[in-house]
């Protein structure tokens, strides 16, 4: 069964119409995880997967009864070699979720939790994490009622998201505060320690899809006397799950009168480490990151576009005998749109004027085209992680066997996550070129920096600066974090990949990225103003610069340009969609 997305217009009972996520553990991907996040799609177990997820769970309990099982008769880290006593073994699993669960700094995003809670869930349809079903269940149904566990950013250094994941198992078993779509608290300890029941608290009246804006750090682990068990153990098949989804439960943030937390579930020994054992939250920011900054991307072209048109640039640095000669995929792609963008020719006449273009617009495709590459390649790495069986120890209901392994240490993810980085800030960094000289009279025929006819004007100057001081940020976020080094647990985790960190880096690249090529498209925009030139409204370009006009202020007297450049940053994703729209 495949992961996929289910026409669900013409149905008939359920409330909304919203696409379904066959979560199947086999062939999910980035823009699945990505709907779920959002809320635009509701997920569903596929069957097969669920058959898995039974069939392990079977399987794992048999093997931790007759045998030294990791985590489940033993403790973990530095502690695997100490035995659980049989006796203790009930609560075993609970003081491992309460011992790891301590994730520090700021709470997240509740789109970022829905991302890690859609990844989490695949990865245990994949069948081998060995855990009981109705866990699956649980988080599904809260990706459809709009609940998310509280989280907080910090504890992972790329070998496991256990601390992260640990509060979700305390949200599960009933201990740890969940939120609703309009950010109230529900279940185990509020925010600051007081039981809510599905209503904003008067402590934390945050409310939206984004989540807390901060202060996540205030949760603290509750005292024993606040501990729940609000029921018994769902039924685990998939046909339960499909049955109540026939009967039109709420999608997120639909339901009046409140929302509900999932059911607490009964975890113990065999289910503690097998569902924090994962790099969900690392996967799911990942994915959110490469989403976003993959459409940017495409949007910077279509701005480079106009600043092309504005600059009467040359349109030999596109045409197809130069990239056939050289022909790296992204490189031949990334011409190709450029032509599509602004109706060149294939073979192109050689300009009027100057000879060739600087490399703002000359190596765009020599630039871009390996930014595409490096986003295929880090989505192709997302996509077997987001589907992988990786907890340690492996659950084998064909061997009747628990492999315990490395599968968990991310080094292709933190790999392909700094390359990723690294390639989207030479991009930024060529649209700083482009708006530089944007702002020579030599290549547009206008004042410099685009100014009014006053004496003196500055026009757009400001704008190199601005874009500049973002592009530092872009720059110190790209480091690599796969640098990283840390050597835990009295040194027998002695290597880390920080992937954790590549991804967050990754995520906070995309507000500044967009803030240097919003300055670049307000300067093309007065540009093509100025000059009063207009591409063919059928072309991709046309259609872009006609939105562009329509958000941005005409006035051409010095005056704050902050939020021109706001209103540039949002106007990209619909550059987005015709950049997408750009093919053949």
């Avoid at 553990?25 to 996040?37: E, F, H, P, Q, W």
């Avoid at 974090?481 to 991804?503: I, T």
């Avoid at 872009?544 to 202020?553: C, G, I, Q, S, T």
């Avoid at 940053?569 to 750009?582: P, Q």
Wanted: aromatic share 4%.
């Amino acid at each position: 069964m495949s992961s996929r997305s289910v026409d669900t217009s013409r149905a008939v009972t359920p409330p909304a119409h919203l696409a379904l996520v066959v979560l199947d553990g086999r062939s999910t991907g980035v823009d699945d995880v990505v709907r779920l996040a959002d809320g635009a799609a509701r997920p569903v177990p596929g069957t097969d997967a669920m058959k898995r997820v039974e069939d392990a769970w079977c399987a794992a309990r048999q093997i931790a009864a007759t045998g030294r099982v990791y985590g489940r008769s033993t403790g973990v880290g530095a502690n695997r070699s100490e035995d659980v006593p049989s006796e203790a073994a009930a609560d075993h699993g609970l003081r491992l979720l309460r011992s790891h669960a301590g994730a520090i700094g700021e709470e997240l995003p509740a789109r970022q939790v829905r991302a890690m809670l859609a990844v989490r869930a695949n990865q245990l349809l994949a069948g081998g994490a060995g855990l009981r079903p109705t866990v699956v269940t649980a988080l599904c149904e809260a990706l459809e009622n709009g609940a998310y566990p509280v989280v907080n950013e910090f504890g992972s250094v790329g070998t496991g998201d256990i601390a992260a994941l640990a509060q979700v198992g305390l949200a599960l078993a009933g201990e740890h505060p969940w939120r609703g779509p309009d950010g109230s608290v529900s279940g185990g300890a509020g925010v600051n320690g007081s039981m809510t029941e599905g209503r904003p608290t008067e402590q934390d009246p945050r409310q939206g899809a984004d989540g807390p804006a901060s202060g996540g750090a205030g949760v603290r682990a509750p005292r024993a006397g606040e501990r729940s068990r609000r029921g018994a153990e769902r039924s685990a098949g998939a046909a339960e799950w499909s049955r109540r989804l026939a009967e039109g439960p709420a999608m997120p943030g639909a339901r009046s009168g409140g929302w509900a937390a999932p059911e607490a579930q009964p975890l113990d020994n065999n289910d503690a480490l097998a569902l924090i054992s994962s790099n969900a939250l690392t996967l799911g920011q990942a994915a959110l990151a490469l989403h976003e900054l993959r459409g940017l991307i495409g949007a910077t072209q279509v701005v480079a576009a106009l600043s092309l048109l504005a600059v009467d640039g040359s349109h030999e640095a596109y045409a197809a005998p130069v990239h056939a000669a050289r022909p790296h995929r992204g490189s031949v792609e990334a011409a190709r749109r450029m032509r599509e963008l602004i109706g060149a020719a294939d073979r192109p006449t050689p300009p009027l004027g100057r000879i060739q273009d600087p490399y703002g617009f000359r190596c765009l495709p020599q630039i871009h085209g390996p930014a595409h590459d490096a986003a295929d390649a880090l989505e192709a790495v997302l996509t077997v992680e987001i589907n992988a069986a990786a907890e340690n120890p492996l659950i084998s209901p064909e061997d009747m066997a628990a492999y315990h392994h490395g599968g968990f240490y991310q080094a292709q993810l933190a790999l392909a996550l700094d390359h990723f980085r690294l390639a989207v800030t030479q991009v930024a960094r060529l649209s700083t070129s482009r708006l530089s000289t944007l702002n020579e009279p030599a290549y547009t025929r206008l004042r410099p920096f685009l100014a009014d006819h006053e004496p003196a004007s500055s026009g757009v100057m400001i704008l190199e600066y601005a874009a500049g001081a973002a592009l530092g940020d872009l720059r110190a976020f790209s480091a690599p974090a796969s640098l990283g080094h840390a050597v835990l647990s009295r040194g027998v985790e002695e290597q880390a990949s920080f992937a954790s960190l590549a991804a967050r880096q990754t995520l906070r690249a995309c507000g500044a990225y967009r803030l240097v090529v919003g300055c670049e498209l307000v300067a093309a925009v007065r540009a093509l103003r100025q000059r009063d030139l207009r591409p063919d409204p059928e072309l991709p370009a046309g259609r872009a610069l006609e939105l562009a006009e329509a958000v941005l202020d005409a006035e051409q007297a010095d005056r704050p340009l902050t939020d021109d450049v706001t209103a540039a940053a949002a106007l990209l994703d619909r550059f987005t969609d015709i950049w997408r729209g750009s093919t053949s």
